[in-house]
């Protein structure tokens, strides 16, 4: 099972709440970092790195003795990332996407691959807990091909050690918040009781939705703010899964680099309670039933 | 005309809260909120709007079932995983389409439409601070990096309209395109961050990516008394970098008070939050070269 921790707004608790299921969960279990523009996993699960790649993707490189300039290149590039006029190509690999479409169309085979640094890729271990994270270079853009790399790396460690994963994702409802997620079983909404909370929560269940993934919630620092993010989960039917109360006490723990879950055993009960009805949401007859329902 | 933008790393370091503050506090100017993806600033505002306009940024693939002979040439091709047999043919999964076109024009019996992607909308309202330009990106859709730009020329010329010599921005967090996106032109970037491992680690990234673009930087260091060592870390890393810190903000509830009500902070009674926030508004006009 794949476990993806979303928000909508920063700061809600995402990290915090991938860390301590991470660290409480009952077999095997690798906590994934895919906020690879400021990952943070590290910091509180604390791993010993084992391994580490650069991760690359295909971009344009061009021949420029075996281009006549025929443009068919430059007039499929959707990203502007090659440009043909008069006797002159151009390639700006920071553009490309890297569907291959100008080396696919060009005629006199003129384009061949070439590479983007994307960002780094490291894995490890934090006790009996398994890591593995990306890290967005300094000055690029795109951060879903980062994150596809990752998540190809995952479905390899998942295929020799087996047992589930705990996805951290990156804020927002776009496309790199939706490429964290698309792929795993149950998406974890975490939020906060407040104006902003409840409205980018709200954005983020609109954006997930469509995915027909089971989803629950998490209402962090509960007692702030008001009542709005209870209201709204109740009208769609979306169940809280768990609530963290509003605590100064929590929030130096976290300003200390501490799991939450280790903190108390009220904290530590709380999350193993959430694990069990992660594993619930999880289970196919529970989907068919919200269906008919 | 100077552009400021708030910028942060780290989410929820308050960068609404503090912008919608300056909002209050700045004279003359443009309000604008680039966190397309998820904006807040306008719960703050309340804006009127006066003026929408719709965003479309790229296309899409659509394959017409009739027309399609189920070669699969289209599916083999994409390199985002977005074509699959789904039993009763091939289908695009708008969700992965990237919009790159490549089944479109590989496509041997032409069974590919290309439309182009409605990604949102974009408004400019009137607020009790003055005009916003704001935008939200429909959940899911991409190119906020492009909306971003959008918003930054409506915003630019609106000034320019109004005579108006600062164009005070929102930004996104994390360090990716609708960041890099909002730094372009941008004459000051203030990063607001808080005294946790995530919140100095991501001032750090977000520091980097500044200097890369070579946008100058201050720092608000915000919830400063949750913990005196992280705060101290900040404040050598700042010192050694050069950031100036414009102001140490107590972690206080009076924040989200204010935003319950929708209003913002420098609009309850006086506090020392208020009487920090407004000494920093002075130091961020000073080093924007403002009211000179």
């Known amino acids: ?178 490429n964290a997620v698309m792929d795993s079983d149950v998406i974890l909404l975490v939020t906060e009781p407040t104006p902003f909370g409840v409205y980018d929560f709200k954005l983020a269940w609109e954006a997930f939705t469509p995915l027909g993934k089971p989803m629950g919630a998490v209402i962090n620092r509960a007692g702030l703010g008001n009542d709005a993010i209870y209201r709204f989960c109740r009208e769609k039917g979306l169940p809280i899964l768990a609530e963290i109360p509003y605590d100064r006490a929590i929030a130096e723990a976290y300003s200390r680099g501490r799991v939450i879950a280790a903190l108390s055993p009220g904290l530590e009960a709380t999350f193993v309670t959430l694990r069990d009805e992660i594993r619930d949401l999880a289970k196919p007859s529970r989907s068919r039933e919200a269906a008919h329902a | 005309m100077r552009e400021i933008i708030i910028i942060s790393g780290k989410g929820g370091t308050g960068k609404t809260s503090l912008t919608g503050a300056f909002a209050h506090l700045a004279a003359d100017k443009i309000i604008c909120d680039l966190d397309v993806d998820a904006p807040d600033l306008h719960l703050l505002l309340q804006p009127a709007k006066e003026r929408q306009e719709e965003f479309y940024s790229g296309h899409e693939a659509v394959i017409i079932g009739e027309k399609c002979d189920g070669c699969g040439l289209c599916a083999s091709l994409c390199q985002f995983g977005a074509i699959k047999e789904n039993g009763a043919g091939f289908v695009v999964d708008p969700v992965r389409c990237e919009g790159c076109k490549v089944c479109v024009a590989f496509c041997p019996t032409a069974a590919i439409r290309f439309p182009e992607r409605h990604c949102g909308q974009w408004y400019v309202s009137s607020t009790r601070f003055g005009p916003l330009v704001h935008a939200q990106l429909f959940p899911g859709a991409e190119n906020s990096g492009r909306l971003v730009m959008v918003l930054k020329q409506q915003a630019r010329e609106l000034a320019k309209a109004r005579g108006a010599d600062l164009v005070l921005c929102d930004g996104a967090p994390g360090i990716g395109c609708p960041v890099i996106s909002s730094l372009s032109g941008a004459n000051l970037a203030v990063a607001v961050t808080e005294p946790t491992p995530s919140g100095r680690h991501d001032l750090e990234r977000v520091a980097a990516l500044c200097r890369h673009f070579q946008t100058a930087l201050a720092v608000i260091i915000n919830k400063y008394d949750l913990n005196g060592d992280e705060t101290a870390r900040i404040e050598v890393f700042c010192h050694d970098e050069n950031y100036p810190v414009l102001a140490r903000l107590p972690h206080d509830p009076l924040v989200t008070k204010a935003m319950v009500q929708g209003l913002v902070v420098t609009e309850l009674p006086e506090s020392d939050f208020s009487r920090e926030l407004g000494q920093a508004w002075s130091r961020i006009e000073a080093l924007a070269g403002l009211g000179r």
């Not at chain 1, 879903?144 to 460690?157: E, N, Y």
């Open chain 1, 1 to 178: 099972m794949i476990v993806a921790v979303a928000s909508g707004k920063g700061g809600t608790g995402k990290t915090t709440v991938a860390a301590s299921l991470a660290t409480i969960w009952d077999g095997p279990v690798l906590g994934v970092d895919l906020d690879v523009e400021e990952p943070n996993l590290n910091l509180f699960l604390h791993p010993v790195i084992a391994g580490s790649e650069m991760a690359h993707m295909t971009v344009p490189m061009v021949e420029e003795a075996k281009c006549t300039y025929c443009g068919a290149c430059s007039e499929l590039c959707q990203f502007k990332a090659v440009s043909v006029f008069n006797q002159v190509i151009l390639i700006f690999p920071e553009m490309c996407h890297g569907c291959g479409g100008c080396m696919a169309i060009c005629p006199e085979k003129a384009i061949s691959p070439g590479q983007r640094e994307l960002g780094e890729i490291s894995w490890g271990r934090a006790g009996d807990v398994g890591f593995l994270s990306g890290r967005l270079r300094i000055g690029e853009a795109m951060s879903p091909p980062l994150m596809r790399r990752v998540k190809a790396r995952l479905d390899q460690m998942l295929a020799v050690t087996g047992g589930d994963a705990i996805i951290d994702a990156p804020p927002g409802v776009s496309c790199p918040a939706v």
